[in-house]
């Protein structure tokens, strides 16, 4: 297993903690001189703070082990393309290197939105590589969604 692989699985695990708690399924794993210093996953529901994305509290965690918040030797691992908000906390805190899993597609207005974080990243000389895993990542978003449809029809339903 390859390095980006092998850090990709982590941020995966990382994903797993949130679907088992049904959060959406996105992990983000910091990396520094080839050792995670900082795991997340998303908690906005069991924490009810919408600012608790898993690459803010992958980053918040990276920057609490190793007491500075300027990342500019690390490298992040996330499952899911980052939004708006988590983009700019990438960038923030000087982040320079980005694995993505899977891309979030879903229509014009997302690829627009897309477009533009790609081009505020790359502004800012944050590389992003993509496509790590991607079918692993994306499996586990297209999973729980399926997951919660099925809930929201079976309550509607009993209803």
């Given at each position: 297993?390859?390095?980006?692989?092998?850090?990709?699985?982590?941020?995966?695990?990382?994903?797993?903690?949130?679907?088992?708690?049904?959060?959406?399924?996105?992990?983000?794993?910091?990396?520094?001189?080839?050792?995670?210093?900082?795991?997340?996953?998303?908690?906005?529901?069991?924490?009810?703070?919408?600012?608790?994305?898993?690459?803010?509290?992958?980053?918040?965690?990276?920057?609490?082990?190793?007491?500075?918040?300027?990342l500019?030797?690390?490298?992040?691992?996330?499952?899911?393309?980052?939004?708006?908000?988590?983009?700019?906390?990438?960038?923030?805190?000087?982040?320079?290197?980005?694995?993505?899993?899977?891309?979030?597609?879903?229509?014009?207005?997302?690829?627009?939105?897309?477009?533009?974080?790609?081009?505020?990243?790359?502004?800012n000389?944050?590389?992003?590589?993509?496509?790590?895993?991607?079918?692993?990542?994306?499996?586990?978003?297209?999973?729980?969604?399926?997951?919660?449809?099925?809930?929201?029809k079976?309550?509607?339903?009993?209803?």
């Amino acid at each position: 297993m390859n390095r980006e692989d092998f850090f990709m699985k982590e941020a995966i695990a990382e994903a797993k903690k949130a679907y088992a708690l049904k959060e959406t399924p996105i992990g983000a794993v910091i990396v520094y001189k080839d050792k995670i210093v900082g795991r997340g996953f998303n908690r906005i529901e069991i924490t009810n703070d919408s600012t608790n994305h898993a690459e803010v509290v992958a980053i918040k965690d990276a920057a609490k082990n190793l007491d500075r918040w300027r990342l500019f030797d690390c490298e992040m691992y996330v499952t899911m393309e980052p939004c708006f908000m988590c983009t700019g906390a990438i960038v923030n805190s000087r982040i320079k290197k980005v694995y993505i899993g899977a891309r979030h597609t879903k229509n014009e207005i997302v690829d627009k939105h897309n477009d533009f974080q790609h081009e505020f990243l790359i502004d800012n000389k944050v590389e992003t590589i993509y496509e790590i895993r991607e079918e692993e990542c994306s499996k586990i978003l297209s999973d729980f969604f399926r997951e919660r449809r099925e809930e929201k029809k079976l309550k509607s339903q009993s209803i």
